[in-house]
């Protein structure tokens, strides 16, 4: 069973910075392009940043471009979110996806897999 576990979220002033990780197993992990996505209270999910397979090729939503950086290791089976400058506007649930497919893909039903989240809380 394919298994998406995110870690390293936390909380955090505003101006700072997190990384977060999402480890996958039990998945052909360099055959998919990967996603973050967010969630915050009273809001629906939403696009952060998606990475080809290979990891030459990245796309962020314009709310986080400039400040935070996917980046990724099929070595090691994981893909990661660098976020700095980080805004009270950032708290949310952070979540992993896979997509099989190829292209710019921001809908959250393009993806197959999904991780459980972890929780980003920023304060002013």
């Known amino acids: 069973q394919v298994r998406l576990v995110e870690s390293g979220g936390g909380s955090v002033q505003a101006g700072g910075s997190l990384r977060l990780s999402c480890a996958a197993s039990?998945?052909?992990?360099?055959?998919?392009?990967m996603g973050w996505f967010r969630q915050a209270p009273g809001k629906e999910r939403e696009f952060i940043a998606r990475i080809n397979r290979s990891g030459s090729s990245t796309h962020y939503a314009d709310s986080v471009k400039g400040r935070f950086t996917i980046s990724r290791d099929n070595a090691k089976n994981t893909v990661y979110l660098q976020m700095n400058k980080l805004k009270p506007e950032d708290t949310a649930v952070y979540y992993c996806a896979a997509d099989g497919w190829v292209g710019v893909r921001i809908t959250l039903t393009d993806y197959d897999y999904w991780g459980q989240g972890t929780q980003v809380t920023v304060s002013s």
């Open positions: 039990k998945l052909a992990f360099s055959s998919y392009a």
